[in-house]
């Protein structure tokens, strides 16, 4: 199995622009989540998915940022505007079942984002 | 809201052991152990379920006190391998983990 794939690896993005992340889960899971780690506040969950349907977005900063999952095999993250603030690496997560109360989370390797 | 994780850090010579404490306000249906090297994703090693049960992995192993809202990790007979920042993450029924701070691990030879 590929795991969970997200791209790019690395966005280094000027202030003000928009950024688009992008995750591929493993195949037959149904649910997914986007998460965001800093050294000040660690892993949080930003938004969770299940079925291809936002289940829970409570975790989502701003209205700059909007998360959306057309299909099962393909979600995506955007931030626009941009903020410095919001440099952080973003893990894209999936795992079989509804949440995460009895099945691992398969973690992508992240993307990076530096905003300058 | 995030599980409370004790210690901050912690530093091993090879073959000693440990214990990561991880502990919520909330009650708690499930816990997840998972594992962080440098510049790398989390790696899942166990989960916990309602029922107090212990977990096996290698020689890393958990317990789970669902009335006491906590769970240890014993890392016995550390290896180099076992390097890297450890991770709870707590389901309170709500199908979503929030995570602790972490704990880093660090083995010498």
């Known amino acids: ?116 | 809201q995030q599980p409370v994780q004790s210690p901050q850090a912690v530093i091993l010579r090879e073959g000693e052991d440990a214990v990561i404490n991880c502990s919520s306000s909330k009650a708690l249906y499930s816990v997840h152990w998972y594992r962080q090297k440098h510049g790398e994703a989390p790696v899942f090693l166990m989960i916990l379920l309602k029922g107090g049960e212990q977990k096996g992995h290698d020689k890393i192993s958990a317990s789970f006190n669902e009335k006491k809202q906590q769970s240890s990790l014993y890392l016995t007979a550390s290896q180099l391998s076992y390097s890297g920042t450890y991770f709870c993450g707590t389901d309170s029924n709500d199908y979503k983990l929030s995570f602790g701070a972490g704990t880093t691990v660090t083995v010498r030879a």
């Open chain 1, 1 to 116: 199995d590929a795991g969970v794939i997200q791209s790019p690896r690395h966005e280094v993005t000027e202030m003000g622009q928009e950024v688009t992340l992008r995750c591929k889960p493993i195949s037959g899971h149904n649910s997914l989540f986007w998460y965001r780690q800093t050294m000040m506040r660690g892993l949080e969950l930003l938004i969770y998915f299940n079925n291809n349907v936002p289940i829970d977005d409570s975790g989502m900063p701003e209205d700059r940022f909007s998360a959306k999952m057309p299909n099962a095999s393909f979600s995506t993250l955007k931030i626009q505007p941009s903020e410095p603030r919001d440099s952080a690496v973003y893990f894209c997560a999936s795992s079989y079942g509804t949440g995460s109360y009895n099945s691992p989370l398969h973690f992508g390797n992240g993307t990076r984002l530096t905003v300058t």
